[in-house]
C-alpha cells in the first residue's frame, strides 16, 4: 500500500495507492513492464498523457522509483504500467 507518491515533482494526495509487482521464474527483479501502479487520488488530479517518473513511499517504509506510462485517468483514478526498471523493490522475506 501506498502512502504518499510523486508522479514527476507532483505530489500527488493519495486516497488509495498500491503497486502490482510479477517476477518471472529465475529472475530476481521485475522486468520493465512487469509492475503496475493504481492510483486514487483525493479529488480531481489532471495528470498529462505519456510517461512520468514515480516516487512511491509505502506504508511498510519502503520507497519505490521507476518510469511509467500512464494508460488510464479519469481525474481521480489513475493507472500506470511500468517502463523501465522499478528500484527499490525487495522481495525478501
Known sequence: MVERMLVGDDDVGVSYADVFVVVREGESEPGPND?????RTCGQ????????DLSL????????????LLRFSDGLRHLFRG????TGYDDAP
Request: charged fraction near 30%; hydrophobic fraction near 30%; proline fraction near 3%.
Open 35 to 39: 509492475w503496475e501502479v493504481t492510483l
Open 45 to 52: 488530479h489532471h495528470l498529462d498523457p505519456g510517461e512520468h
Open 57 to 68: 513511499d509505502a506504508a511498510d517504509g519502503s520507497h519505490l522509483r521507476g518510469r511509467a
Open 83 to 86: 517502463d523501465g526498471r522499478l
